[in-house]
């Protein structure tokens, strides 16, 4: 099967729901804020995890991108440097990503 195809179904499972939760308090943020902490999140994992390639890919000074990165790790709980956490903010990503699809889904095709 196709991993991406894999993640799309993934991320529509409410069985992802729990993993949320770790995610949420970065789109709270970044909404009372208008900072971009799930978006820095999100290339940092798609840059394995390489803090110096995703600033890069930001336009972010390196500093800035671990400033970001403590303030994620503060807000989340999650220790970004915990393998076992890291899979659990991608989860949440997935988490989050399903709703939004939902939600745009539902004002399409009421």
Excluded: W
């Excluded at 940092?44 to 110096?52: E, I, L, M, T, V």
């Amino acid at each position: 099967m196709d991993p991406d195809l894999m993640l799309l179904r993934l991320s529509r499972s409410k069985d992802l729901a729990p993993f949320r939760n770790f995610v949420e308090p970065l789109v709270r943020y970044d909404r009372e804020r208008g900072s971009d902490l799930v978006r820095t999140l999100r290339m940092y994992f798609a840059c394995g995890a390489n803090a110096s390639e995703a600033a890069d890919k930001l336009f972010l000074h390196r500093n800035s991108m671990l400033y970001r990165l403590a303030r994620i790790e503060k807000l989340s709980g999650a220790d970004l440097k915990n393998p076992g956490a890291g899979l659990i903010l991608q989860l949440g990503l997935l988490a989050v990503e399903g709703e939004e699809r939902r939600n745009t889904d539902a004002i399409e095709h009421p």
